[in-house]
């Protein structure tokens, strides 16, 4: 069998088994990695084992096959057949390629065919050719692509290899080494190439046949842009007015277009037809397309003609012509041009109403000047150009006669509103209050445009930034030129840029006499209220301080505010440090606006002073007091209480005043109603010691200030209060005695009294109940008390020093709560201390406590006995029928 198949060398199929046969005589038994069917050759897997001078590729010849496994006559006849068939297709290469060759195939190559190629043309056969394969073949540059041959697929994309096919000889020749049926492959390459070589032919006597029709190419049409057939580009714009096209990059082309544009003038260019199907129909649309372009041209002109009589005659200038619209210099406008050779042509960026004046950006006429993708250049603009410089440039327009109709009726439009904005101009002289935002108005010295951002109603002043001519770019808030709180006498109205004049006049106008209106109401308002102390002015509404205020220990605060935010400088501090700087300390200066926060019943305000003037739009008259406090008092940094003779409410914010002072005067009314209640029941309740007030309850402690309680301690009938003065801050103990109710922010008085008393009375009674209680389980050892019990731990059982190390007084009652039993002695407790003193709440800590030395107390329990009826059942019973008795 094996010599069956030793000259059956050819087409070995991938992992088959083979002899190499050295010079020497030797072999080796080695595995196909693959058979190269172009360079008809073998390469091997290396062993795994080492070889000395292995050879990887081998020829057909420097082998034999070994049959290997079972089934081997099956696998001898597959070997030939192999063989068989590999030669005969490679005899029928060698004719394809001769056949390939007589006919001169290089057009429309189809991808995966493989081509020789040739470093010095298709002449000098002596050189090696390189082995490459198709990629794709470009029908418009009549080009294709190769990459490198490989049997192998590479893992990266292989750079590729442009050859131009129709304009150059070529430099390859097209081989058949990788076909199955290379002779109908090279069939079928001829059939292909005859007719890709008559498509192109006929392009080329098309293109010859239209080479003058080159005027009106619209945008993404293929022309030739210079005399020789090198360079295909694509029409980007056409710009009849100065008779260029704006070209770019064929995006047909053999690798990504490019950014760069450029200008041609329309006689350099012809029109390309590669990428045309039907070419006899794209020629006759052409020649169409030329020859309207001409007579569009013709008319034009006589339009032009037209319009120049007509301006002669009436001496009228072309006013409010849109942006955009092309231009050309006339007259004394022509001195401004950049070059005497240019034109003077141009569009239209900007139109001044008033001054009747244009800007202008000027075209680029410069032959194949070179641009970047934004189609930007050194382009010339003119500011200020005269109206009776410029004349409207038609050669752009489809219907130029209806196009100039329509600028002589801009024009009479612009003429008329002209007029109009003159006779509002006097009437508004004097208007300047209350404009709505987006409104144009003059500011000055020096006089200039600027557009309304905002008008605040509580100082009468504008925000405002600077004019944007129509088609200029908005300017943006906050730049330099922007102007914030001018007074409303600095601006008045301009119209020029207004849609309707006489509309928008008149909605000024009534604009400014009812906020004149308002304002006189305003005076009145606050001419009634002079050197009249109001209370009860409601949440939210703007006040002025009639006296300046002091401050004392503010900036103690704000070094007390430092150091909790760890060396960060707070909201409070920033605001001390930028708005009153050296003067804190000094507090608030007469005549500043502040807010109310709160009215209390004592004749004082709480008043919000914010960093910055808070703006004061039209939408804040009609505030509720709820809405104007969140929005308003929510930003306030600080608060500062002042009496009430102290502040003035400003009207001003008012979108009614009279109806806002009869509002005050009800409110005053019902202040001093309910400020006299206040005082009347703080006298009568002044002697009271109450028990048992809940926490919050703002109370007033002789020499300590005000304050609020934070919790109150039933063992003791004392309170933690927390104080609110600034030289005070913190926690401090205070007796029920020494604690009085500060009724200056409660509305339902009687009711919140009446409530106090109810809890006293209820304290009362559970106290003495506590009492019975604590006496019943005085005496006595108390073993297995359950973790959370209170207990009161006898005062000999620690030493002083081991007290003061708690933080707690020896005189002080001791109460604790039990952790649990020691582990390993059930008759010793873990008590956690609750410890205080005069100054403030200490740290907690736990000692261990024999159980002798303590005992339950009922102090803080809601129901006492219940308390002691889980303890000790018998001794709740027992204490029930002894009260019963």
């Known amino acids: 069998l094996a010599e069956k198949v030793k000259?059956?060398?050819?087409?070995?199929?991938?992992?088959?088994?083979?002899?190499?046969?050295?010079?020497?005589?030797?072999?080796?038994?080695?595995?196909?990695?693959?058979?190269?069917?172009?360079?008809?050759?073998?390469?091997?897997?290396?062993?795994?084992?080492?070889?000395?001078d292995f050879k990887e590729v081998v020829e057909p010849h420097e082998i034999c096959p070994l049959l290997v496994g079972c089934e081997l006559n099956q696998k001898v006849q597959k070997i030939r057949e192999q063989h068989e068939v590999e030669f005969a297709r490679r005899l029928a290469v060698v004719e394809a390629n001769a056949l390939a060759a007589s006919a001169g195939v290089s057009l429309a190559l189809k991808a995966g065919a493989g081509i020789e190629v040739f470093e010095q043309g298709s002449?000098?056969?002596?050189?090696?050719?390189?082995?490459?394969?198709?990629?794709?073949?470009?029908?418009?540059?009549?080009?294709?692509?190769?990459?490198?041959?490989?049997?192998?697929?590479?893992?990266?994309?292989?750079?590729?290899?442009?050859?131009?096919?129709?304009?150059?000889?070529?430099?390859?020749?097209?081989?058949?080494?990788?076909?199955?049926?290379?002779?109908?492959?090279?069939?079928?390459?001829?059939?292909?190439?005859?007719?890709?070589?008559?498509?192109?032919?006929?392009?080329?006597?098309?293109?010859?046949?239209?080479?003058?029709?080159?005027?009106?190419?619209?945008?993404?049409?293929?022309?030739?842009?210079?005399?020789?057939?090198?360079?295909?580009q694509a029409v980007k714009t056409y710009l009849p007015t100065t008779g260029q096209y704006l070209l770019a990059a064929n995006p047909f082309g053999k690798s990504n277009p490019s950014t760069v544009l450029q200008y041609k003038a329309c006689s350099e260019v012809r029109p390309c037809f590669r990428q045309v199907d039907d070419v006899a129909d794209r020629v006759s649309q052409r020649k169409a397309e030329h020859e309207n372009e001409m007579k569009r041209l013709e008319e034009v002109r006589l339009v032009e003609a037209v319009m120049e009589e007509r301006v002669k005659e009436t001496g009228g200038l072309f006013l409010g012509m849109p942006i955009g619209h092309a231009v050309r210099l006339v007259g004394e406008g022509q001195l401004r041009k950049p070059d005497v050779n240019h034109t003077g042509c141009g569009t239209i960026t900007a139109y001044n109403a008033e001054r009747r004046t244009y800007t202008v950006k000027l075209d680029v006429e410069l032959d194949g000047a070179v641009l970047n993708s934004c189609g930007s250049s050194n382009l010339h603009s003119?500011?200020?150009?005269?109206?009776?410089?410029?004349?409207?440039?038609?050669?752009?327009?489809?219907?130029?006669?209806?196009?100039?109709?329509?600028?002589?009726?801009?024009?009479?439009?612009?003429?008329?509103?002209?007029?109009?904005?003159?006779?509002?101009?006097?009437?508004?002289?004097?208007?300047?209050?209350?404009?709505?935002?987006?409104?144009?108005?003059t500011h000055g010295p020096p006089e200039a445009t600027f557009e309304i951002q905002h008008f605040c109603l509580l100082t009468q002043t504008y925000y405002l930034r600077p004019y944007s001519a129509k088609g200029a770019p908005p300017s943006k808030p906050g730049t330099a030129l922007t102007k914030e709180k001018v007074p409303a006498s600095q601006?008045?109205?301009?119209?020029?840029?207004?849609?309707?004049?006489?509309?928008?006049?008149?909605?000024?106008?009534?604009?400014?006499?009812?906020?004149?209106?308002?304002?006189?109401?305003?005076?009145?308002?606050?001419?009634?209220?002079?050197?009249?102390?109001?209370?009860?002015?409601?949440?939210?509404?703007?006040?002025?301080?009639l006296k300046p205020v002091t401050v004392a220990g503010l900036r103690k605060l704000a070094d007390h505010l430092r150091i909790q935010s760890r060396g960060q400088q707070s909201v409070f501090s920033r605001f001390m440090d930028t708005i009153w700087g050296p003067s804190v300390g000094k507090g608030c200066k007469a005549g500043d606006i502040a807010y109310v926060k709160t009215a209390h019943n004592n004749g004082t305000y709480t008043l919000a002073?914010?960093?910055?003037?808070?703006?004061?739009?039209?939408?804040?008259?009609?505030?509720?007091?709820?809405?104007?406090?969140?929005?308003?008092?929510?930003?306030?940094?600080?608060?500062?209480?002042?009496?009430?003779?102290?502040?003035?409410?400003?009207?001003?914010?008012?979108?009614?005043?009279?109806?806002?002072?009869?509002?005050?005067?009800?409110c005053d009314k019902a202040a001093v109603c309910a400020g006299d209640q206040t005082s009347r029941i703080e006298q009568q309740i002044a002697s009271r010691a109450f028990l048992n007030l809940p926490p919050g309850t703002k109370v007033w402690c002789e020499g300590k200030g005000v304050g609020h309680i934070s919790w109150y301690i039933a063992s003791l009938g004392e309170y933690v209060v927390k104080s609110n003065s600034l030289a005070t801050s913190g926690l401090f103990m205070a007796t029920a005695a020494e604690v009085h109710v500060q009724l200056t922010d409660v509305n339902d008085i009687n009711d919140v009294v009446a409530s106090f008393e109810r809890r006293h009375e209820a304290e009362v009674v559970r106290l003495e109940r506590a009492k019975?209680?604590?006496?019943?389980?005085?005496?006595?050892?108390?073993?297995?008390?359950?973790?959370?019990?209170?207990?009161?731990?006898?005062?000999?059982?620690?030493?002083?020093?081991?007290?003061?190390?708690?933080?707690?007084?020896?005189?002080?009652?001791?109460?604790?709560?039990?952790?649990?039993?020691?582990?390993?002695?059930?008759?010793?407790?873990?008590?956690?201390?609750?410890?205080?003193?005069?100054?403030?709440?200490?740290?907690?800590?736990?000692?261990?406590?024999?159980?002798?030395?303590?005992?339950?107390?009922?102090?803080?329990?809601?129901?006492?006995?219940?308390?002691?009826?889980?303890?000790?059942?018998?001794?709740?019973?027992?204490?029930?029928?002894?009260?019963?008795?």
């Open 772 to 885: 019975l209680v604590n006496d019943a389980v005085r005496g006595g050892e108390h073993l297995l008390l359950p973790p959370s019990t209170r207990v009161i731990v006898e005062q000999h059982v620690l030493s002083n020093s081991t007290w003061a190390q708690l933080g707690m007084a020896a005189s002080r009652t001791r109460v604790g709560t039990v952790l649990g039993v020691q582990e390993g002695s059930p008759r010793r407790y873990n008590v956690l201390m609750a410890c205080w003193d005069q100054t403030g709440i200490s740290s907690a800590s736990h000692t261990q406590v024999e159980a002798r030395h303590v005992r339950p107390t009922f102090w803080d329990s809601p129901d006492p006995i219940e308390a002691l009826r889980q303890l000790d059942p018998e001794a709740a019973e027992r204490l029930e029928r002894a009260e019963s008795s």
């Open 609 to 666: 002073i914010c960093e910055s003037q808070i703006f004061w739009s039209q939408e804040h008259l009609n505030l509720s007091d709820e809405d104007r406090v969140k929005r308003i008092i929510g930003v306030a940094p600080l608060a500062l209480q002042v009496p009430a003779s102290s502040v003035q409410p400003l009207f001003i914010a008012s979108a009614s005043p009279t109806a806002t002072l009869a509002q005050l005067l009800e």
């Open 123 to 232: 002449g000098c056969k002596t050189d090696e050719p390189k082995k490459m394969v198709v990629a794709t073949y470009n029908s418009v540059v009549a080009a294709c692509s190769a990459t490198p041959y490989s049997v192998v697929q590479a893992k990266s994309v292989p750079q590729s290899t442009w050859f131009d096919l129709f304009t150059e000889e070529p430099r390859f020749r097209p081989v058949y080494w990788l076909e199955d049926d290379p002779l109908a492959a090279a069939k079928a390459a001829i059939e292909q190439h005859r007719v890709e070589e008559a498509r192109l032919r006929s392009i080329r006597a098309a293109e010859e046949e239209t080479k003058d029709y080159c005027m009106g190419l619209e945008a993404g049409a293929l022309v030739w842009a210079t005399t020789h057939d090198t360079s295909i």
């Open 382 to 441: 003119l500011d200020s150009v005269r109206a009776q410089d410029l004349r409207p440039v038609l050669l752009a327009e489809t219907d130029p006669r209806s196009q100039l109709e329509k600028l002589f009726e801009l024009s009479r439009l612009a003429k008329q509103r002209r007029e109009v904005v003159q006779q509002w101009i006097p009437r508004l002289s004097q208007a300047c209050l209350n404009f709505p935002p987006k409104t144009f108005v």
């Open 7 to 52: 000259d059956c060398n050819l087409g070995l199929e991938a992992d088959s088994w083979v002899k190499v046969l050295f010079e020497n005589e030797s072999s080796l038994n080695c595995q196909v990695e693959y058979f190269d069917r172009w360079a008809c050759n073998y390469k091997l897997k290396r062993p795994p084992f080492p070889v000395e």
């Open 491 to 545: 601006v008045r109205p301009y119209l020029w840029e207004a849609e309707d004049p006489a509309k928008q006049g008149a909605a000024l106008l009534e604009a400014h006499t009812q906020e004149a209106k308002r304002l006189e109401a305003v005076l009145e308002a606050e001419t009634k209220l002079a050197r009249q102390s109001l209370r009860g002015i409601p949440a939210g509404m703007p006040v002025r301080l």
